[in-house]
């Protein structure tokens, strides 16, 4: 995941393109280092870590606006990406002076689940650093961005039978370990091993691999892959994936 500086961001006259009340922000999920983590960002000029985002053009759509983001940060454009809110901002008190965490008066807020192994992240030129965090480990976010990241992390708890979390965030072959480390970082609870491979395996989406990842002196757990035909047909059919129960 090497760091590139991105020049995407209008200057100059450029700006009046843009339509200054509406944002996009986007709360972008992915696996990495065995956790579930969430990208932010952070202006050099400014305290608060927050979700990458940026403004409307006034020839594009909102869905358009967010895969712009979503290239410009992670190099990735073909992924699950999905509206879940919009939020209004409180108004600017008075005297209050412009900095680089001031939001638009309407951010509609979207959340994309990303391969982090295929992402490129992209700091814009030197006025920006970019990171990964763990959803559980996350310190200076800016009050409203907190306010949208916890709305798209519960929205993926209450949709979490209709979403093809993993099959989106895990590379092609992987572990049940790895598979339900990330359902517990959503959850926000530990699930039994044994119950949850029942459970994942019943469910018809997951083919058992014939062969084993060395992870240690002593283990080397099986390794599975997703029915990709499956899961798109059931997506698009709009079928439960799986149970919320777990």
């Known amino acids: 995941m090497k760091k590139e500086k991105s020049t995407a961001e209008p200057h100059g006259k450029e700006k009046d393109i843009f339509n200054l009340n509406i944002s996009v922000d986007c709360t972008i999920f992915g696996f990495h280092s065995g956790s579930l983590k969430v990208l932010l960002c952070k202006p050099s000029a400014g305290e608060k870590w927050m979700l990458p985002g940026g403004l409307i053009t006034r020839d594009e759509i909102p869905d358009e606006t967010a895969r712009r983001i979503l290239k410009a940060k992670t190099g990735l454009s073909d992924t699950y990406l999905k509206q879940f809110s919009f939020f209004g901002r409180k108004d600017k008190k008075k005297g209050e002076k412009e900095n680089p965490e001031i939001l ?3 951010s509609l807020a979207y959340f994309a689940l990303i391969k982090s192994g295929d992402a490129q992240l992209v700091e814009d030129n030197d006025s920006e650093h970019i990171e990964w965090f763990e959803i559980n480990n996350i310190s200076d976010l800016h009050p409203e961005h907190k306010i949208i990241f916890e709305t798209a992390l519960s929205t993926l708890r209450k949709q979490i039978g209709f979403i093809p979390i993993g099959y989106e965030l895990l590379p092609e072959k992987f572990t049940m370990p790895e598979l339900r480390s990330i359902y517990e970082a959503i959850l926000g609870r530990e699930l ?6 029942r459970k994942m395996l ?5 083919k058992a691999l014939n062969e084993t990842r060395k992870v240690g002196a002593h283990k080397s757990p099986n390794l599975y892959s997703f029915d990709k035909k499956k899961y798109e047909e059931a997506e698009r059919l709009g079928i439960q994936l799986m149970s919320n129960n777990l």
Do not use: V
């Open 192 to 197: 039994d091993r044994r119950n949850f491979q």
């Open 202 to 206: 019943s469910i018809g989406f997951i």
């Open 104 to 106: 638009s008066e309407i």
